[in-house]
């Protein structure tokens, strides 16, 4: 996932993506200051959910 908030963190990703389906890892890639790099990697549960996730995107 990319283009996030620059304030999005590991915490409000999963919150917003467990709207979708079970997540079994999120994490939110940051640099050297901690800072968010604005995108991201999700891994559901099951795997139809990235097919609910991608029919809510804008």
Do not use: W
Request: glycine share 6%; net charge negative; proline share 3%.
């Amino acid at each position: 996932m990319n283009n996030f908030n620059f304030r999005t963190t590991d915490e409000t990703l999963k919150e917003y993506v467990t709207k979708f389906g079970e997540v079994s890892d999120s994490l939110v890639m940051k640099d050297q200051n901690g800072q968010s790099r604005c995108f991201g990697f999700v891994t559901f549960t099951d795997p139809h959910a990235i097919d609910e996730f991608m029919k809510q995107r804008p």
